[in-house]
């Protein structure tokens, strides 16, 4: 709404610490993590399993509350999160007894946007989400591929700026995964939208990054900050190309300290 | 659960059905049974013929008590399980006693209800509805406590109300569970009007299995036990067939319980 005149940066995290309970006494989730992302970026966060980066998407949209620390939402740190920003997890969480569209339109409809025209702006973007002809479909009838598209749609409809991707792509197998992240870099690309996707696939938070945070093991901190210095728009050719492999053995690098021990 | 109209699925418990009649049919022949004491499967299908319109009277009355006793217990049931699995205090407070009113024995509470509450439709009401809810709120219970936390928060990240969560997550998917109960319901709604037609009443079709054995009339205590097994039968297979409508989904998901013994 505010148009030309929004700062560059979305989201700014600063000293986000996170303790929890635990059968093992307080636990240590995110210890002073710093964040920043900019208006139209595509920005990874990579780490060790356990590191915190879905607790911290968590916070960032609302669903929890750190033990300190500040989230600024377009510079605003004050009011609540939730219904701000569009967040897809790795579970599609399709409702199964709504169909295709109906599943679409579960964020305009909670907004209160008339049915019709709920259904009409899901419609407009079925085919490019490949899913024509399955509108009417249940769920069940899909597969995880078309289920995790139908799930994107939905974050999508929900019609925010930001959106927060917790491991979309991780029940997918190979082949599908790299379709989807061709065809995410393309919608991005026409959606204008901010994405911040935590993801431990290495190949995927450079194919598709402006920059990637690498985060310790718990408890979870920035260890380093990586530019993607690829061109766009990239396509699959790109995995084979050797600036492709230079950033992406820098970024093995940096994680390769962090896998936990006794692990590979 | 019943699927559909499928004639090779009905045919096997006809065989069994046929089956059963014909021994029953046979023995009563072979041993000259007098029918007072145990009237002929034919002899039952004769009465149920020759006595049509009293039959017809008796069952609409009973068929009555059960639809209104079921929709006082569904609706009740329902309700209280709303509120159980609102609030964590009144599930406390209220679920033991929930349980504990299936221990006390409704043949006691029966007659005592003659007293407290005449004669008419209502005792039959409240004796349906005591024995009948009880399925219904737990299943509910379950039911509204099944949906997917992580669907409850996603609804959440996109502004979703409390209300909203309820109505768009947690009861549909509470639905099939709601239906279990259900099915069970209606079936013990029709032993609930038999209980309260045999402490005190002057018509129903229990009533009548009641007055005719005394007076050997033992074919029509007979036609009156298959005619409300049928009502019990014919109320079942309506709920599934309603459930079948309402949830395509479930049925899509799950197929039905048919595929699941075939293996």
Same mark, same amino acid.
């Given at each position: 709404?505010?148009?030309?005149?929004?700062?560059?940066?979305?989201?700014?995290v600063?000293?986000?610490?996170k303790?929890?309970?635990?059968?093992?006494?307080?636990?240590?989730?995110?210890?002073?993590?710093?964040?920043?992302?900019g208006?139209?970026e595509?920005?990874?966060?990579?780490?060790?399993?356990?590191?915190?980066?879905s607790?911290?998407l968590?916070?960032?949209?609302?669903l929890?509350?750190?033990?300190?620390?500040?989230?600024?939402?377009?510079?605003d740190?004050?009011?609540?999160?939730l219904?701000?920003?569009?967040y897809?997890?790795?579970?599609?969480?399709?409702?199964?007894?709504?169909s295709?569209?109906?599943?679409a339109?579960?964020?305009?409809?909670v907004?209160g946007?008339q049915?019709?025209e709920?259904?009409?702006?899901?419609?407009?973007?079925?085919?490019?989400f490949?899913l024509?002809?399955?509108?009417?479909?249940?769920?069940?009838?899909?597969?995880?591929?078309?289920?995790?598209?139908?799930?994107?749609?939905?974050?999508?409809?929900?019609?925010?700026?930001v959106?927060?991707?917790?491991?979309?792509?991780?029940?997918?197998?190979?082949?599908?995964?790299?379709?989807?992240?061709e065809?995410?870099?393309?919608?991005?690309?026409?959606?204008?939208?901010?994405?911040?996707?935590?993801?431990h696939?290495?190949?995927?938070?450079?194919?598709?990054?402006?920059?990637?945070?690498?985060?310790?093991a718990r408890?979870?901190?920035?260890?380093?900050?990586l530019?993607?210095?690829?061109?766009?728009?990239? +396509?699959?050719?790109?995995?084979?190309?050797?600036?492709?492999?230079?950033?992406?053995?820098?970024?093995?690098?940096?994680?390769?300290?962090?896998?936990?021990?006794?692990?590979? | 659960?019943?699927? =559909?109209?499928?004639?090779?699925?009905?045919?096997?418990?006809?065989?069994?059905?046929?089956?059963?009649?014909?021994?029953?049919?046979a023995?009563?022949?072979?041993?000259?049974?007098?029918?007072?004491?145990?009237?002929?499967?034919?002899a039952?299908?004769?009465?149920?013929?020759?006595?049509?319109?009293?039959f017809?009277?008796?069952?609409?009355?009973?068929?009555?008590?059960?639809?209104?006793g079921?929709?006082?217990?569904?609706?009740f049931?329902?309700?209280?399980?709303?509120?159980?699995?609102?609030?964590?205090?009144?599930?406390?407070a209220?679920?033991?006693?929930?349980?504990?009113?299936?221990?006390?024995?409704i043949?006691?509470?029966?007659?005592?209800?003659?007293?407290?509450?005449?004669?008419?439709?209502?005792?039959?009401?409240v004796?349906? +509805?005591?024995?009948a809810f009880?399925?219904?709120?737990?299943?509910?219970?379950?039911?509204?406590?099944?949906?997917?936390?992580?669907?409850?928060?996603?609804?959440? +990240?996109?502004?979703?109300?409390?209300?909203?969560?309820?109505?768009?997550?947690?009861?549909?998917?509470?639905?099939?569970?709601?239906?279990?109960?259900t099915?069970?319901?209606?079936?013990?709604?029709?032993?609930?009007?038999?209980?309260?037609?045999w402490?005190?009443?002057?018509?129903?079709?229990g009533?009548?299995?009641?007055?005719?054995?005394?007076?050997?009339?033992t074919?029509?205590?007979? =036609?009156?036990?298959?005619?409300?097994?049928?009502?019990?039968?014919?109320?079942?297979?309506?709920?599934?067939?309603?459930?079948?409508?309402?949830?395509?989904?479930?049925?899509?998901?799950?197929?039905?319980d048919?595929e699941?013994?075939?293996?």
């Amino acid at each position: 709404m505010a148009g030309e005149s929004q700062p560059s940066t979305v989201i700014e995290v600063k000293g986000l610490t996170k303790q929890m309970p635990s059968t093992q006494g307080i636990l240590d989730v995110l210890d002073g993590v710093d964040l920043e992302v900019g208006r139209g970026e595509f920005l990874s966060i990579i780490g060790p399993s356990g590191c915190g980066k879905s607790t911290l998407l968590n916070i960032v949209a609302g669903l929890d509350v750190p033990s300190a620390g500040d989230v600024a939402l377009d510079g605003d740190t004050a009011n609540p999160r939730l219904g701000r920003v569009a967040y897809m997890q790795q579970k599609d969480l399709l409702m199964p007894w709504r169909s295709v569209l109906e599943n679409a339109v579960l964020g305009l409809e909670v907004a209160g946007v008339q049915r019709g025209e709920a259904r009409q702006r899901a419609q407009a973007l079925v085919g490019q989400f490949g899913l024509s002809g399955f509108e009417e479909a249940y769920p069940s009838a899909l597969s995880g591929g078309m289920r995790q598209r139908v799930a994107f749609l939905r974050t999508i409809l929900a019609e925010r700026d930001v959106l927060l991707l917790d491991e979309p792509f991780g029940a997918l197998d190979a082949l599908t995964r790299s379709q989807m992240h061709e065809w995410l870099l393309e919608l991005w690309a026409g959606f204008g939208k901010t994405i911040v996707l935590v993801t431990h696939d290495v190949d995927e938070a450079v194919f598709l990054s402006d920059r990637v945070y690498v985060m310790t093991a718990r408890p979870g901190k920035v260890k380093r900050v990586l530019d993607v210095d690829l061109p766009r728009p990239r +396509t699959l050719d790109l995995v084979t190309d050797p600036r492709f492999t230079t950033v992406k053995a820098e970024l093995l690098r940096a994680i390769r300290d962090e896998a936990p021990r006794g692990q590979p | 659960m019943i699927k =559909g109209m499928d004639m090779g699925r009905w045919l096997r418990p006809l065989v069994v059905a046929i089956a059963m009649i014909g021994v029953w049919e046979a023995l009563v022949a072979l041993f000259s049974i007098p029918a007072w004491k145990l009237p002929a499967p034919s002899a039952i299908a004769q009465e149920l013929v020759d006595s049509r319109s009293l039959f017809l009277n008796h069952t609409w009355v009973t068929l009555r008590e059960v639809l209104v006793g079921f929709s006082v217990a569904f609706t009740f049931g329902v309700t209280l399980a709303a509120l159980i699995s609102a609030s964590p205090t009144f599930r406390r407070a209220v679920y033991p006693f929930v349980i504990g009113s299936q221990t006390v024995p409704i043949i006691v509470i029966a007659p005592l209800l003659l007293i407290w509450v005449g004669y008419g439709l209502a005792p039959k009401v409240v004796v349906i +509805t005591l024995i009948a809810f009880f399925p219904i709120v737990v299943n509910t219970v379950d039911g509204l406590g099944a949906a997917d936390p992580d669907m409850v928060r996603m609804m959440r +990240t996109l502004g979703a109300t409390r209300r909203q969560v309820f109505l768009k997550v947690r009861l549909p998917a509470a639905l099939p569970f709601i239906f279990s109960g259900t099915k069970v319901a209606i079936t013990y709604s029709v032993i609930g009007a038999v209980i309260g037609e045999w402490v005190g009443s002057s018509e129903g079709l229990g009533y009548l299995t009641r007055i005719s054995v005394p007076m050997f009339q033992t074919a029509r205590s007979f =036609g009156a036990v298959t005619l409300l097994s049928a009502m019990g039968v014919g109320l079942f297979v309506s709920i599934a067939l309603l459930e079948r409508r309402m949830l395509p989904w479930y049925f899509a998901e799950h197929g039905s319980d048919e595929e699941a013994y075939s293996n």
